[in-house]
């Protein structure tokens, strides 16, 4: 079965309060309708719907601390309780100690090894791979996992031939702050019919958005409810142009954006959203509980 995992980073599930958490705020009614109503909130877990499953999931597996980017990303892509072996919580970019979690453990190595198709569906301009190449950037480890496959990054002429997307979905930023002014722009719309659309190319594809981030690390609150409204534009063409090609996940490492009274982490546990046939997410999430039980469900999905 193909699944295409939407990575929303910094996204925890919080409270129902417009004045920290922008979910209070942003209009969403592609969401909201896959979840018969309810919002990305921490009273709305568990939900099992015609559509739609929502699950709380912990990442901080039980270990003190916040949880971190790098070693929370790294369990997505592993499954493997990397803080637990470690002793620690790390982020934002992979120390040595977690990427070396991130060669033939990952879910893009297995897969290639399996002779599935995977890819990571964004779009790299040319200054990130200057300053990987210059050594002042650091790979994240989503990325990282990748290139370990042997799987290539996509870049520039991906993004302008329709293989990739950008990092905003619509492409806005590769104009107003990257400078490539006949960069191609979609509404959200076309932006998630693009995205399946690409998906379905592969048995297991993924897309970082990590912007979500960003706003609740500035406490952003007018930027947050943007992006979650882009985001939901999104979602409600991805959904068009999906139908019954397999699972959509969408998930997270860490809370953050959902308490925008804080600058740091949250100890809150994320959204685990999955849309799709209603057995098949009844198999995803079969003793889901934790960011390890995550790449065994997708493991098992493009397996079977």
């Known amino acids: 079965m193909r699944v295409l995992f939407i990575f929303l980073d910094g996204i925890g599930l919080g409270e129902n309060n417009p004045e920290t958490n922008p979910f209070a705020r942003a209009k969403m009614p592609n969401l909201n309708e896959l979840l018969e109503g309810r919002s990305l909130f921490k009273d709305s877990a568990p939900f099992h719907g ?3 499953t929502l699950l709380a999931v912990d990442p901080a597996v039980g270990v003190s601390g916040l949880p971190q980017s790098a070693t929370g990303q790294a369990i997505l892509m592993t499954g493997i309780n990397i803080p ?45 791979f200057h300053g990987i190449d210059s050594g002042k950037r650091l790979y994240s480890s989503i990325p990282l996992a990748v290139i370990n496959a042997g799987l290539p990054l996509f870049r520039h002429d991906d ?26 722009v979609m509404n959200p719309p076309h932006a998630g019919r693009t995205l399946g659309t690409l998906a379905k190319e592969y048995d297991f594809a993924l897309f970082e958005y990590w ?14 409810i943007g992006l979650m409204e882009t985001f939901d534009g999104v979602l409600g063409g991805l959904t068009e ?17 959902e308490d925008l009274s804080t600058r ?17 997410r009844e198999e995803f999430t079969r003793g889901m509980r934790n960011l390890t039980d995550i790449a065994p469900a997708i493991w098992r999905s493009v397996m079977s």
């Open 50 to 52: 015609d559509q739609a």
């Open 84 to 128: 637990s072996e470690l002793g620690y919580h790390y982020g934002p970019k992979p120390n040595p100690a977690v990427a070396a979690y991130l060669k033939e453990a990952t879910l893009f190595s297995r897969f290639v090894k399996e002779g599935r198709k995977a890819a990571l569906l964004n779009a790299y301009p040319p200054r990130y």
């Open 159 to 184: 993004f302008f031939a329709g293989r990739a997307l950008s990092a905003d979905f619509t492409g806005e930023g590769w104009r107003t702050m990257l400078g490539y002014r006949e960069a191609p």
């Open 211 to 224: 912007a979500s981030d960003y706003a609740g690390h500035k406490q952003e609150m007018d930027n947050a």
């Open 241 to 257: 142009a999906w139908k019954d090609d397999g699972l959509i996940l969408v998930t997270s490492d860490h809370g953050n954006m």
């Open 264 to 280: 740091r982490h949250t100890d809150a546990d994320v959204p685990a959203l999955i849309i799709g046939d209603g057995a098949a």
